[in-house]
């Protein structure tokens, strides 16, 4: 029932950076509602990294920022470190499913 | 900082019910502040929103799951709960509880539990 689509994976080498994108549509993103990112590592919880678009939680390192546009999101990963291997969702808000928050379809990220 | 702890059975029977239960630590779950959700990780497969419900017991549900869900909470345990009825072997996954910022981002979560309906 994924309505925010994600590349499936993206891949960088050490020390260099990767951007995931959360398309969505004119019910969810492109209505005005606010993106947020998590990153779930191998076998744990998902983890909020940013909220309301672009802001960080405490904790979370400036090496992760997102933006907003139109009806996509992105997720811009610099520096990137082994432990960045993880799996990324992006998450909204749409109003035509009568209340629904949604999830992207997820992006893997590999670090070469 | 709030902390959630699930609890619950982690095999289920095919036609049967599944509940679980998140406990919420240093925190309120009366905060006005929040909304109390969960969500569930099919096998392999990525976040699915089941539901969220306030203190006072209002609810939203994911319109694929509402005729077999229902979310509740307990103020005098500091718990909210989970039921899904009828379950079949779609349901098998991994549930996890989260505190939901208003109408907006989940942080943070429970543990996660992973829970297989049997036939």
């Known amino acids: 029932q994924s309505v925010l689509t994600q590349p499936p994976s993206v891949s960088g080498a050490p020390g260099q950076g990767v951007t995931i994108s959360c398309t969505g549509s004119?019910?969810?993103?492109?209505?005005?509602?606010?993106v947020h990112w998590y990153r779930q590592l191998p076998g744990t919880a998902p983890r909020l990294l940013i909220y309301d678009n672009t802001n960080r939680p405490s904790g979370v390192p400036d090496r992760f920022s997102g933006s907003k546009s139109g009806t996509s999101a992105s997720l811009a990963i610099t520096g990137l470190q082994a432990e960045d291997e993880a799996d990324y969702y992006c998450?909204?808000?749409?109003?035509?499913?009568?209340?629904?928050?949604?999830f992207g379809t997820g992006t893997t990220v590999t670090v070469l | 900082q709030s902390q959630l702890q699930q609890s619950g059975p982690g095999l289920v029977r095919a036609s049967e019910t599944l509940s679980l239960t998140c406990t919420v630590s240093a925190g309120s779950i009366t905060s006005r502040s929040y909304h109390w959700a969960w969500i569930r990780q099919l096998p392999g497969k990525g976040l699915e929103w089941i539901g969220s419900v306030y203190y006072s017991g209002s609810a939203y549900y994911n319109p694929s799951l509402k005729r077999r869900v229902t979310l509740s909470v307990d103020t005098s345990k500091n718990q909210f709960s989970l039921k899904l009825r009828s379950v079949t072997a779609a349901d098998t996954a991994i549930y996890f509880c989260?505190?939901?910022?208003?109408?907006?981002?989940?942080?943070?979560w429970g543990q996660g539990t992973l829970v297989s309906v049997s036939s």
């Open positions: 004119d019910s969810n993103i492109g209505a005005g509602y606010d």
């Open positions: 998450q909204s808000f749409d109003s035509s499913l009568s209340g629904s928050r949604v």
């Open positions: 989260a505190r939901e910022t208003g109408v907006t981002w989940f942080d943070p």
